[in-house]
């Protein structure tokens, strides 16, 4: 079990893969948020690792995600082998390409990785499939081992997740060319209409039998569009009618004494859409649902 008397904070501040690079504004504005440093008032010790820039403006996009993600592999990987619970703070969501390469690499090679992928979007496109190009809608297609070759060798030359040991919470905007490919890999995907009909703690609670049945460690990462707006504005492609932020406290709350979560990752938090606030408030809020168990209704 990894020690989480003291939480490893790292940000991912890089917004170049999406189509608005104001994510990459979120881990700064958190990092120095009035409503983030009292966490410390509601019992979570942490620290700031790595603020991991975007940087070398004249290589290609694909090249500076690349090696963004490299760097925050290493990162990740730091806090893994020192045996600290890690909270990655996006950016666009291309950095669950280097978190989850970098648990990758930390773990033995007989230690297979879970995933719980929270997200309005599939985000399973490959350059093949992409009606955007944006890197942003491809993180989980190349964890998966599909797509260039740059993202999918991240620190091993391998894929890094079997499509057995993943789901998918929360989709309800996505194209024809991601679907398919996750239905040839029988991922299990809740859709928003599930999630609507069972309730977020049913689905939770399924979704980590599937993540943890054949492995030893497991891993969340997070989208903030996956929030319905009404309650977490701050992001760069909303989609209507998400989970509601009283059903996410208490489907993560069941986290807390999760001894094979291996760490947490929250995406696409963009400060210049927030209201008042509020996207800051919920992130403070999930954090504390789910490293220390506390409900908020």
Not at 54 to 63: C, E, F, G, H
Not at 93 to 116: K, M, N, P, R
Not at 127 to 137: L, M, S
Not at 231 to 239: K, R, S
């Amino acid at each position: 079990m990894l020690d989480r008397k003291e939480v490893y904070f790292v940000g991912y501040a890089s917004g170049i893969a999406g189509s608005d690079s104001g994510s990459g504004d979120g881990p700064e504005v958190l990092k120095n948020s009035p409503i983030m440093t009292k966490l410390a008032q509601k019992g979570l010790r942490y620290h700031w690792g790595e603020l991991i820039k975007s940087t070398k403006q004249d290589a290609s996009i694909l090249d500076r995600v690349a090696g963004q993600c490299t760097e925050l592999a290493r990162a990740v990987k730091y806090a893994v082998n020192e045996g600290q619970f890690f909270i990655v703070f996006g950016g666009d969501h291309s950095c669950a390409i280097g978190t989850w390469s970098g648990v990758y690499d930390a773990l033995d090679s007989q230690d297979e990785l879970g995933l719980i992928w929270i997200d309005a979007h599939m985000d399973s496109h490959t350059p093949e499939t992409t009606p955007t190009g944006n890197i942003h809608g491809m993180p989980l297609a190349s964890l998966l081992g599909y797509g260039n070759a740059k993202l999918i060798n991240i620190l091993k030359a391998q894929p890094k997740l079997k499509p057995q040991n993943i789901c998918l919470i929360g989709i309800r905007s996505y194209e024809e060319g991601e679907a398919e490919l996750l239905k040839k890999l029988n991922v299990r995907i809740f859709f928003m209409d599930e999630v609507k009909e069972r309730g977020m703690e049913a689905v939770m609670k399924e979704a980590l039998s599937i993540v943890k049945k054949h492995t030893s460690y497991f891993g969340v990462t997070l989208d903030i569009d996956a929030i319905d707006p009404a309650d977490a504005p701050g992001t760069g492609v909303v989609e209507s009618d998400g989970i509601r932020a009283k059903d996410i406290y208490r489907a993560v709350q069941m986290l807390a004494n999760e001894k094979r979560l291996i760490g947490f990752e929250i995406a696409e938090f963009d400060p210049h859409k927030d209201k008042n606030h509020m996207t800051e408030m919920f992130i403070s809020n999930l954090i504390t649902s789910m490293t220390l168990g506390k409900t908020y209704d």
